[in-house]
C-alpha cells in the first residue's frame, strides 16, 4: 500500500488528469491560524487531514464560466465541485481514503481558499488580494477536498515580491476605492457585489476590475 506521500503525489496528477488547471497540497493544521483566520477571528479549519487545492483558469474570453446565479453559484464553480467529488470517489475507490469535498461558502463549512491556495504553493498573494499563478495570473478560481491523510510540510515559496515593480492597474482600476490606503477593504468590495446582486438580474457578472487589469501571468 503506499503511503500518504505517494498518494497525494499521485492526487494531484489525478486532479490534473480530471481538469484542474493547478493543484498543490497543505496540511489542515496550517490553515488554522492563517492571515485570513486572524483577520476574521475565526478558526481557519480544523487541525487533521490535508486538503488538496484544485484551481481553474477563468480565461476572460470564458466570461460564462463566472456568472453567478442566486442558489446555483458559477459554472466554474459546478465544474470545480464536479472535479473535486470525482477526486474524492477515486481517493475513496483506490485507495480507501476518507475524503470530502469542502463546500464553496465559509458560512457552510468552507475553508479561506486563497489562503490555502497560497500555502499550498500555487501562487502568492497579489495586492488586488488574489492569488497570482503562475502562468494564470490571478485569473483562477479554487475549491478544496479535505483527505484523510498526513501531508508532508513544503515551506511556502519564497522570492520576489509577486508585484514588485508594478504600477498598481488593480488599485487604479477598482470602480469602489477598495484599497484605500493601498490594504485591501472587504467591505467596499462586498458593497459592490451586493449592489449587483441588488439588480435582480439572474445571472450576475460581478465586478473583476481588479483582476483583469492585472498583467500578471499574461
Ligand atoms: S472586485 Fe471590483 S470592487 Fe472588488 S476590489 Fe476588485 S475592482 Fe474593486
Ligand atoms: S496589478 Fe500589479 S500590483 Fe496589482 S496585483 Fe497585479 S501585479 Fe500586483
Not at 173 to 200: I, N, Q, V, W, Y
Request: aromatic share 6%.
Amino acid at each position: 500500500m503506499p503511503d500518504d506521500p505517494e498518494i497525494i503525489r499521485a492526487a494531484i496528477r489525478k486532479a490534473h488528469e480530471l481538469g484542474a488547471d493547478v493543484a498543490g497540497t497543505v496540511p489542515a493544521k496550517r490553515l488554522v491560524d492563517c492571515p485570513s483566520a486572524i483577520a476574521e477571528k475565526r478558526p481557519g479549519s480544523q487541525d487533521r487531514g490535508t486538503y488538496i487545492v484544485l484551481g481553474l483558469s477563468h480565461d476572460p474570453e470564458h466570461p460564462e464560466l463566472d456568472l453567478w446565479e442566486a442558489g446555483r453559484g458559477t459554472p466554474g464553480d459546478r465544474i470545480l465541485a464536479r472535479i473535486g467529488k470525482d477526486l474524492v470517489r477515486w481517493l475513496q475507490e483506490d485507495y480507501g481514503v476518507r475524503a470530502r469535498l469542502i463546500p464553496y461558502r465559509l458560512e457552510d463549512g468552507g475553508i479561506y481558499l486563497k489562503d490555502a491556495a497560497s500555502l499550498a504553493g500555487i501562487g502568492r498573494m497579489g495586492r488586488n488580494n488574489l492569488v497570482l499563478v503562475p502562468g494564470y495570473g490571478p485569473r483562477v478560481r479554487f475549491r478544496a477536498v479535505w483527505a484523510d491523510m498526513d501531508c508532508p510540510e513544503e515551506p511556502s515559496p519564497e522570492g520576489e515580491a509577486p508585484c514588485a515593480g508594478c504600477e498598481e492597474y488593480c488599485i487604479r482600476a477598482c470602480p469602489m476605492d477598495a484599497f484605500p490606503t493601498g490594504k485591501f477593504s472587504r467591505e467596499r468590495c462586498l458593497a459592490r457585489m451586493d449592489a449587483d446582486k441588488a439588480t435582480g438580474r439572474e445571472r450576475i457578472d460581478h465586478c473583476r476590475a481588479c483582476e483583469l487589469a492585472c498583467p500578471a501571468g499574461g
